[in-house]
């Protein structure tokens, strides 16, 4: 199912103004952006699409995505908007979730280089979890693999921490699980074989029935197979996501219909629309991350493609060559049988 079909439930009863603020002209819009130097070489740099896409959020046309880490940091910053991302993740986790703060990340991503990440956090709950939530614009093709490595820096990272606190009382009891939630904007193709579901929780145990918490879990949430499912009942969860994800109009005008307390989020968003020079750069600096990551992860993936294109011609060769060889043994060896035969008969005269 399409976006827009998919976004076809509802009608749209809140009107836009209420969601996205009082309309600018495009003209007045423009006049602001040219009157800063700053400013317009930004908006100058961006592709002519997304100056289109940024021209019309200016005037109220269209909402913001919350992907990108600047604006996900600034509108769910737990010191000034308190419950957001309590509220948020708790919706995520399925459980009561009280966010304590934000951690600073002191190890280095692993492959960070070529990290597709649009946005990443790390926050500490009051039972002294660690949760690790990051957007992903095309999502990896080792998801667990990678999970299982920033999960066990996560409980490293804790125990260092508890090891240094309670000394020779630590216990391993002390230890609190970590979770590491991935939102996708591209799912790879292990969760396109599952197109009825949109959320993928780990679960941990054991073949002969033995059941024993774990402290490392994991949350996958592929958007892409969100936005082409039917969501009639509406969750607060779904609203999250589209909240999130979509800057479609009809998505935002339905979601604070059903779910008003999101008017507050999206008043956030519009008083970007009055500051194109901050949000210009820190949309452009998304994009250019995005894009040098994306042409990062396209030169990985075609020179796997032609790693597997080698050695697939390698195989064809050896399997040729290997042949080809079968055939001059098989063609000595009835010579050899035909040379048995005419001393057989030399012996026999």
């Known amino acids: 199912m399409s976006k827009s079909h998919a976004s076809s439930i509802f009608p749209p009863i809140t009107p836009l103004p209420q969601v ?3 309309p600018r002209l495009r003209s007045d819009v423009l006049a602001q952006i040219h ?3 700053g400013t317009l070489s930004g908006f100058l740099a961006l592709a002519p699409p997304e100056q289109e896409a940024f021209l019309e959020f200016c005037m109220g046309n269209r909402g913001l995505k ?4 600047p604006f996900f940091q600034n509108l769910f910053d737990p010191v000034n908007h308190p419950g957001r991302l309590d509220r948020f993740l708790s919706r995520i986790m ?3 979730v009280l966010v304590r703060k934000v951690l600073p990340r002191e190890r280095k991503r ?3 280089d070529s990290s597709l990440l649009i946005m990443d956090i790390l926050v500490e709950l009051a039972d002294g979890s660690l949760v690790s939530v990051e957007m992903q614009r095309i999502g990896y093709d080792f998801p667990v693999e990678r999970c299982f490595c920033y999960a066990a820096d996560l409980l490293v990272r804790q125990y260092d921490l508890i090891r240094k606190e309670k000394g020779k009382k630590f216990s391993y009891r002390d230890m609190r699980p970590a ?3 991935v939102l996708m904007e591209k799912s790879p193709g292990k969760f396109r074989q599952h197109p009825d579901r949109y959320i993928h929780r780990s679960h941990f145990s054991f073949g002969s029935g033995l059941s024993l918490p774990s402290l490392m879990n994991f ?3 592929p958007l892409d197979i969100f936005r082409a499912m039917p969501h009639n009942k509406l969750k607060e969860l779904d609203a999250w996501l589209y909240f999130l994800g979509s ?5 935002m005008q339905r979601i604070v219909q059903k779910y008003p307390f999101f008017q507050e989020l999206y008043q956030d968003i519009i008083r970007f629309r009055y500051q194109p020079k901050e949000v210009i750069s820190m949309y452009s600096e998304a994009l250019a991350i995005m894009d040098k990551n994306t042409v990062e992860y396209m030169i990985d993936e075609m020179r796997a493609e032609i790693r597997a294109e080698m050695r697939a011609e390698m195989r064809a060769e050896m399997q040729a060559e290997i042949r080809k060889r079968d055939l001059s043994l098989q063609q000595k060896d009835a010579l050899i049988r035909e040379l048995q035969a005419r001393l057989m008969q030399l012996e026999q005269n």
């Open 20 to 22: 996205l603020g009082a």
């Open 247 to 251: 800057d479609d109009p009809k998505d």
């Open 110 to 112: 692993i492959s960070e």
């Open 219 to 221: 949350i996958y949430i």
């Open 94 to 96: 399925k459980q009561p």
């Open 35 to 37: 009157s800063d130097a």
């Open 179 to 181: 979770c590491v939630i």
């Open 66 to 69: 919350a992907t990108y880490d």
